[in-house]
């Protein structure tokens, strides 16, 4: 199973998306593609994502039960001693996120 969610992608992508996954609710997008299907639509998807932001979640065989990918996004993953987190950016003094 996968999840993709694209934020300020050109209209275009999502098209393409859909004939492979379902777009449940505006730029995100479900399925359960093969591993070689989803690898081919995250490299299609960084082609044609511009300035956008994609996150691709999808299940994987180790501890968390899932692996994640990031493009362009202001949260960075990190492994914390193999188990995978999103470092949040941090607010500059005086504005709370």
Not at 27 to 53: H, M
Request: glycine share 10%; net charge negative; proline share 9%.
């Amino acid at each position: 199973m996968m999840t993709l969610v694209l934020t300020a992608c050109p209209p275009g992508l999502r098209g393409d998306l859909t004939k492979w996954l379902m777009e449940i609710s505006p730029g995100v997008f479900v399925g359960r593609p093969s591993a070689r299907i989803r690898d081919q639509l995250w490299i299609r998807t960084l082609e044609l994502c511009g300035d956008g932001k994609a996150i691709l979640v999808y299940s994987a065989n180790n501890d968390q039960g899932l692996d994640f990918r990031v493009h362009n996004h202001d949260w960075t993953p990190v492994d914390a001693d193999g188990v995978m987190l999103m470092l949040r950016p941090v607010a500059p003094p005086g504005l709370t996120p």
